[in-house]
């Protein structure tokens, strides 16, 4: 069987184009939402304690990094893609606030020194065992620190027919003029019928959505636990421009968010949560 992280290189490779099937880069409402979101996080801690570290998770070419950077913050960006953290290293190779990691088996969120904001953009949903990234993840933040996801889809049994109906019906559209069409739509097929190819970046990379979507309620339940304050952001999102102009004023949500605040302190969490 093929490993994820070869899975991964070989979807993201050499010359690979995030922007093109991500709407939280392309389409600049989305995106705009984003940064403000987690630039306000960076800056109120930043104004706390005089700085602000942060481990973004899965940074792709870095459009993310960027805005973090311009936050003021230091940021530690890890990379399962080695031409991906190969683009990383050149992009930020003059700037001293970005260290690039290359982290193939994507072990890097639970070890290494405390940081003050974890953020993961469009990252979760790659993930086989999410809920555990995640709790290794939030192991990384000090008091006082932030847990920011964004672009994950929300859990497929807690979603109406409609919604996913009008959510493939946008992605097949925007597959046509692609001319992946019939590529697009047997996958969908193959997961309509429950049957899914581990081998196949086409079930395993590109659609992340293997098991149902993200759990945003569970993810939402692990980070209450931790953090004074969570909040889930629901949002529709898709690839084709129309659409998402169109559905994000009538469509109904098909994405989200997670903003955790206010870190406990990760001794006295272990200390109330031991039997």
């Known amino acids: 069987m093929v490993s994820m992280p070869e899975l991964q290189q070989g979807a993201h490779d050499e010359g690979h184009d995030y922007a093109a099937g991500s709407p939280h880069i392309k389409h600049y409402a989305i995106r705009t939402m984003i940064v403000e979101r987690l630039q306000c996080i960076i800056r109120d801690i930043a104004d706390r304690k005089g700085s602000c570290r942060v481990l973004e998770v899965g940074a792709g ?23 991906s953290a190969a683009e990383l290293r050149h992009r930020f190779r003059h700037n001293r606030a970005v260290t690039v990691v290359d982290d193939p088996e994507g072990s890097i969120a639970p070890h290494g020194d405390a940081v003050d904001v ?18 290794g993840m939030i192991g990384r933040v000090g008091s006082g620190g932030a847990f920011v996801s964004f672009q994950d889809p929300l859990w497929y049994p807690r979603r109406t027919r409609l919604s996913l109906r009008m959510e493939r019906a946008a992605y097949l559209a925007w597959r046509v003029p692609r001319g992946d069409f019939i590529r697009g739509l047997s996958t969908m097929v193959r997961r309509a ?18 098991r149902q979507g993200v759990d945003d309620l569970a993810l939402r339940a692990m980070l209450m636990a931790r953090f004074a304050s969570v909040e889930l952001v629901s949002y529709w999102s898709t690839q084709a421009g129309w659409a998402q102009a169109l559905g994000s004023h009538v469509f109904p949500a098909n994405t989200f968010g997670l903003l955790a605040t206010g870190a406990a302190d990760s001794t006295n969490t272990a200390r109330l949560n031991r039997p």
Request: net charge negative; aromatic share 8%.
């Open 118 to 135: 974890v953020a993961c953009m469009s990252v979760l949903h790659h993930i086989p065992d999410y809920m555990t990234a995640v709790n």
């Open 193 to 210: 019928r429950g049957f899914f190819d581990e081998s196949n970046p086409s079930d395993m990379v590109e659609y992340h959505v293997v």
């Open 61 to 83: 070419h870095g459009t993310f990094t960027d805005h973090i950077v311009a936050a003021g913050a230091e940021v530690v960006v890890t990379e399962m893609s080695a031409p």
